[in-house]
């Protein structure tokens, strides 16, 4: 582990090259990098530019208004900010253990989620990547250019996120920013005609999502030199498990592994969340750095998301991503896989389970029940965590004797890797960065290296595979030596 590479001792002294914005996060990022004379790489980060403060704003609002409200964090997936709100307050209104048809209606709102997610980024920001080549035109390396040359995944990739977002829709009230999960329970039920309407689908639902397990699995079986080493950095993992050690989206206990595998703690109650994971706020980024207390700051950053679950979990609840799990843990040869292309693979196994777990919940006749809703004794704080698509996702509140929020952290998934992406575009801009021309290539190099870990910031690449990208190349005096733009 290293940060080699986030400091430079002298950047008055240095050249800059900055790809700004890199995408957005409800906003902006960009990576800077600084080179010397000999064009040798001494600093590159990754910054997140723009400030939300969904965690000040929502203070003074009634705590039920808050599991909609914080929800517009994210176009992609407010499913999640949605879920973990509720899972918190659900504390607060003494909701201990939730009714089954209000848990299974939770689940299987999260797994549309999970599966809606999954598919639009491997096939609609990340197929052009794996299919064409990180080199290939950049005029047919977006989803047209692959409805174009490769139609029939183009079209499965769009009905797999479809029935994710019906899935979303029956149970949440809406395709994006639902009401269905209220402080206690749910406040809409699924009737039998539109659990009928997900199941005359789902089969073909999970025949689809096995192949694409098995076509990425084959991209990165004809070219392990680069997919085993891109931008390879080597951390420590963090997830969710079940209660069996099984692979659980929705709920369960704290676990991390170091690099080699070996458990740094293990069934850590989330509710102590703070005793384990503590944040780090750097100068030069609104998005802080969380690390694992035990470890310190230089060796307690972690990866979070597909790669750390699958490889975390004991196993996988549902048949056919069980078989995938294991052929995956096999091709790494039973040691983790830190390559960020791995990312995708593992994405498509948790899309394959998402799923497998639908399936088997429209036929759990839990799900059609009536009573949705539990209260108990009053709380002031709640703790909510669940695996969102990009990672764990936690939610804390206290609340007052007016039922007002008085305080909120929230730590969401892409700030948990947010060291992994620094360290990953490190790594790519020490491989290909020559200091005498920027090349489109380079800046999709760099972009590849982002997108693997599916970070918020990768909404920008809704506009047909790219990003808008302004880069320019300046000696030590500042004198303008190349520049690249692309919208």
Same mark, same amino acid.
């Given at each position: 582990?290293?940060?080699?590479?986030?400091?430079?001792?002298?950047?008055?002294?240095?050249?800059?090259?900055?790809?700004?914005?890199?995408?957005?996060?409800? *906003?902006?990022?960009?990576?800077?990098?600084?080179?010397?004379?000999?064009?040798?790489?001494?600093?590159? !980060?990754?910054?997140?530019? #723009?400030? !939300?403060?969904?965690?000040?704003?929502?203070?003074?609002?009634?705590?039920?208004?808050?599991?909609?409200?914080?929800?517009?964090?994210?176009?992609?997936?407010?499913?999640?900010?949605?879920?973990?709100?509720?899972?918190?307050?659900?504390?607060?209104?003494?909701? /201990?253990?939730?009714?089954? $048809? @209000?848990?299974?209606?939770?689940?299987?709102?999260?797994?549309?989620?999970?599966?809606?997610?999954?598919?639009?980024?491997?096939?609609?920001?990340?197929?052009?990547?794996?299919?064409?080549?990180?080199?290939?035109?950049?005029? !047919? !390396?977006?989803?047209?250019?692959?409805? @174009?040359?490769?139609?029939?995944?183009?079209?499965?990739?769009?009905?797999?996120?479809?029935?994710?977002?019906?899935?979303?829709?029956?149970?949440?009230?809406? &395709?994006?920013?639902?009401?269905?999960?209220?402080?206690?329970?749910?406040?809409?039920?699924?009737?039998?005609?539109?659990?009928?309407?997900?199941?005359?689908?789902? +089969?073909?639902?999970?025949?689809?999502?096995?192949? $694409?397990?098995?076509?990425?699995?084959?991209?990165?079986?004809?070219?392990?030199?680069?997919?085993?080493?891109?931008?390879?950095?080597?951390?420590?993992?963090?997830?969710?498990?079940?209660?069996?050690?099984?692979?659980?989206?929705?709920?369960?206990?704290? =676990? $991390?592994?170091?690099?080699?595998?070996?458990?740094?703690?293990?069934?850590?109650? +989330?509710?102590?969340?703070?005793?384990?994971?503590? #944040?780090?706020? /750097?100068?030069?980024? +609104?998005? /802080?750095?969380?690390?694992?207390?035990?470890?310190?700051?230089?060796?307690?950053?972690?990866?979070?998301?597909?790669?750390?679950?699958?490889?975390?979990?004991?196993?996988?609840?549902?048949?056919?991503?069980?078989?995938?799990?294991?052929?995956?843990?096999?091709?790494?040869?039973?040691?983790?896989?830190?390559?960020? %292309? $791995?990312?995708?693979?593992?994405?498509?196994?948790?899309?394959?389970? @998402?799923?497998?777990?639908?399936?088997?919940?429209?036929?759990?006749?839990?799900?059609? *029940?009536?009573?949705?809703?539990? #209260?108990? /004794? =009053?709380?002031?704080?709640?703790? *909510?965590?669940?695996?969102?698509?990009?990672?764990?996702?936690?939610?804390?509140?206290?609340?007052?004797?007016?039922?007002?929020?008085?305080?909120?952290?929230?730590?969401?998934?892409?700030?948990?890797?947010?060291?992994?992406?620094?360290?990953?575009? =490190?790594?790519?801009?020490?491989? +290909?960065?020559?200091?005498?021309?920027?090349?489109?290539?380079?800046?999709?190099?760099? #972009?590849?290296?982002?997108r693997a870990f599916d970070p918020c910031l990768s909404c920008a690449t809704h506009a %047909?595979?790219?990003?808008?990208?302004?880069?320019?190349? &300046?000696?030590?005096?500042?004198?303008?030596?190349? @520049?690249?733009? &692309?919208?």
């Amino acid at each position: 582990m290293t940060y080699s590479l986030e400091s430079a001792e002298h950047p008055e002294r240095l050249r800059r090259v900055a790809i700004d914005p890199v995408s957005r996060v409800e *906003g902006h990022g960009k990576v800077t990098i600084l080179l010397d004379e000999h064009n040798k790489v001494h600093q590159v !980060r990754l910054h997140i530019v #723009e400030f !939300r403060g969904f965690e000040k704003f929502i203070q003074g609002r009634p705590y039920w208004e808050v599991p909609v409200m914080v929800q517009r964090l994210c176009g992609i997936c407010p499913v999640s900010h949605h879920l973990a709100a509720s899972k918190a307050l659900d504390q607060v209104v003494g909701a /201990k253990r939730l009714t089954p $048809a @209000a848990e299974k209606l939770r689940r299987l709102m999260h797994y549309g989620q999970m599966l809606q997610s999954h598919a639009l980024h491997f096939f609609h920001l990340c197929s052009p990547d794996l299919l064409f080549g990180f080199d290939s035109d950049v005029s !047919r !390396r977006n989803i047209v250019g692959v409805a @174009a040359e490769h139609p029939e995944i183009a079209r499965r990739g769009v009905l797999l996120r479809k029935f994710g977002q019906e899935v979303i829709r029956l149970t949440a009230g809406k &395709r994006v920013h639902g009401t269905g999960a209220v402080p206690g329970g749910m406040n809409k039920s699924l009737t039998p005609a539109e659990r009928d309407e997900l199941l005359g689908e789902i +089969y073909q639902i999970v025949a689809w999502s096995r192949d $694409a397990v098995h076509l990425i699995q084959k991209v990165h079986s004809q070219n392990p030199a680069l997919y085993n080493s891109f931008a390879t950095v080597r951390s420590n993992f963090m997830s969710l498990v079940g209660n069996n050690g099984q692979l659980d989206f929705y709920h369960g206990s704290l =676990r $991390a592994r170091d690099e080699n595998g070996k458990p740094i703690f293990d069934g850590v109650d +989330y509710q102590d969340y703070a005793r384990h994971i503590e #944040e780090e706020v /750097k100068p030069w980024s +609104y998005m /802080k750095f969380p690390y694992l207390k035990l470890l310190g700051k230089e060796d307690g950053w972690y990866k979070v998301g597909p790669l750390a679950r699958v490889q975390n979990c004991d196993q996988i609840s549902t048949p056919f991503a069980e078989h995938e799990r294991k052929e995956f843990i096999d091709y790494a040869g039973g040691t983790p896989m830190h390559a960020p %292309l $791995a990312y995708h693979w593992t994405r498509m196994i948790e899309m394959l389970h @998402a799923a497998e777990v639908i399936k088997e919940l429209l036929h759990d006749d839990d799900l059609l *029940g009536s009573d949705l809703m539990v #209260e108990g /004794k =009053r709380q002031h704080e709640g703790i *909510g965590v669940i695996e969102a698509p990009r990672g764990t996702l936690l939610h804390h509140y206290r609340i007052d004797d007016d039922d007002l929020v008085t305080m909120a952290n929230l730590i969401v998934s892409t700030t948990h890797n947010n060291q992994a992406m620094n360290e990953a575009v =490190r790594q790519v801009a020490r491989r +290909y960065l020559n200091g005498h021309e920027v090349t489109e290539g380079l800046l999709n190099h760099v #972009e590849v290296a982002i997108r693997a870990f599916d970070p918020c910031l990768s909404c920008a690449t809704h506009a %047909l595979g790219k990003m808008p990208l302004s880069v320019e190349l &300046r000696d030590a005096e500042g004198r303008f030596l190349h @520049a690249l733009n &692309r919208q």
